[in-house]
């Protein structure tokens, strides 16, 4: 069944492609804390201060829109991008 948004119900893309991103943020965060010193590592803070992040170039190329427009739209509030953790525990 498709939601009515249009994505398929199971999360996979729906456009085709395979680009699969295997650990890349792991990469990008430990770049981002060694030149961070204030400890503020949110997308908003880097969108203010007119950064684009690694994930912001990422979703830009993935919805084919300009890096430019997602730093812009999350500096205003107005997108958001979410993250996420599958958390597995034996027990």
Known sequence: MTPTNGT???GSSSNGSNDT???PRAEWLARRKAEN???NFSQ???AR???ITEEMAYIAHREKIAPELVRDELARGRMI???VAVVCQEK
């Open 44 to 46: 908003m803070h880097y």
């Open 21 to 23: 991103v295997t650990k």
């Open 37 to 39: 010193q204030d400890g």
């Open 81 to 83: 991008i979410t993250v």
């Open 49 to 51: 201060k007119g950064d």
């Open 8 to 10: 398929p119900a199971n």
